[in-house]
C-alpha cells in the first residue's frame, strides 16, 4: 500500500544550522507530495507541496525536490530559526483519491 | 476565509459520559476529514466523507465512535461511552474533493476523558 516513512526526531539544532529532515515513500503510480508543520498547541499547515517528479516546492525557505528515481522528499532548509521549531510531516497522496498518508512526524527544536 | 472551524477547543470529561465534536469545514469544500493524534500512535484517520457520504470508517476505532455529515457545512464525531485512553487531540480537515489535492486542518479539540 502507500506508505511514506521519514528520519525519527528529535532533531535539535543552532540558531543558523542547517536542517535536513529525510521523507521516502511508496506509492503504485505518480502521488503528490506534502510537507505540513504543526506548531505547539496548532493544527496542521501546510507548509510545501509537489505534485509531480522533479517539481520543487518552497516556502518560508524551506524547499523540498520530489525525487522519482530515489522515492524521496527530503525537507531543507539553508538557516534555521528558532520560530522553525515544530513538527514537521511528511505526506502523500494519489491523484485520483482522497486518501492522504501522513508519516509519523519528525519534532524539530532549534536553539538560540 | 474563516478556515477550518472546530469546537469545542478543549474537553473535559469524565469515563462514561458522552462526547459530541464538531466541525465546520471551508465553504465549497466537498471532502472532511476526521483524525486522531496521541503521542503514541502519532496520526491516525479515522472517518472520511465525499458530498457527505462515510467513504471509509475502518480507522474509527469501536463501535463507541461514530461520525456523521447531516450537510455540507457541519459534522460530528461522537463517543459513546467515552474511556480514558480516548483522550487525545481530534482533528477536522477538509479538501476540495479533487484526487490529490491538499488538506486544510482546523486547530483540532483537546478532548481528556478522566
Known amino acids: 500500500g502507500n506508505s511514506v516513512t521519514q528520519m525519527e526526531g528529535p532533531v535539535t539544532l543552532s540558531e543558523e544550522a542547517f536542517l535536513t529532515i529525510n521523507c521516502t515513500y511508496t506509492a503504485t503510480g505518480y502521488p503528490s507530495l506534502f510537507w505540513y508543520v504543526q506548531y505547539p498547541g496548532e493544527g496542521l499547515q501546510l507548509l510545501l507541496k509537489a505534485t509531480k517528479a522533479d517539481d520543487k516546492g518552497s516556502n518560508k525557505g524551506f524547499e523540498a525536490t520530489y525525487r522519482k528515481e530515489t522515492t524521496s522528499f527530503h525537507l531543507e532548509k539553508g538557516s534555521v530559526q528558532v520560530s522553525d521549531s515544530a513538527v514537521y510531516f511528511c505526506?502523500?497522496?494519489?491523484?485520483?483519491?482522497?486518501?492522504?498518508?501522513f508519516g509519523a512526524g519528525t519534532r524539530l527544536t532549534v536553539k538560540p | 476565509d474563516a478556515g477550518v472551524i472546530q469546537s469545542p477547543r478543549h474537553e473535559v470529561t469524565e469515563m462514561g459520559q458522552e462526547v459530541t465534536l464538531r466541525c465546520k469545514p471551508i465553504?465549497?469544500?466537498?471532502?472532511l476529514f476526521w483524525y486522531r493524534q496521541t503521542m503514541m500512535r502519532g496520526l491516525e484517520l479515522l472517518i472520511y466523507f465525499n458530498n457527505n457520504v462515510p467513504i471509509d470508517d475502518s480507522g474509527m476505532p469501536e463501535d463507541r465512535f461514530s461520525a456523521k455529515m447531516p450537510n455540507a457545512s457541519f459534522s460530528t464525531l461522537k463517543i459513546q461511552p467515552s474511556e480514558p485512553r480516548d483522550s487525545a487531540v481530534y482533528f477536522c480537515a477538509s479538501s476540495s474533493g479533487q484526487g490529490g489535492d491538499e488538506q486544510f486542518f482546523g486547530p483540532g479539540t483537546r478532548l481528556t476523558v478522566l
Open positions: 465553504s465549497g469544500h466537498n471532502s
Open positions: 505526506a502523500l497522496i494519489k491523484n485520483n483519491n482522497n486518501d492522504m498518508r
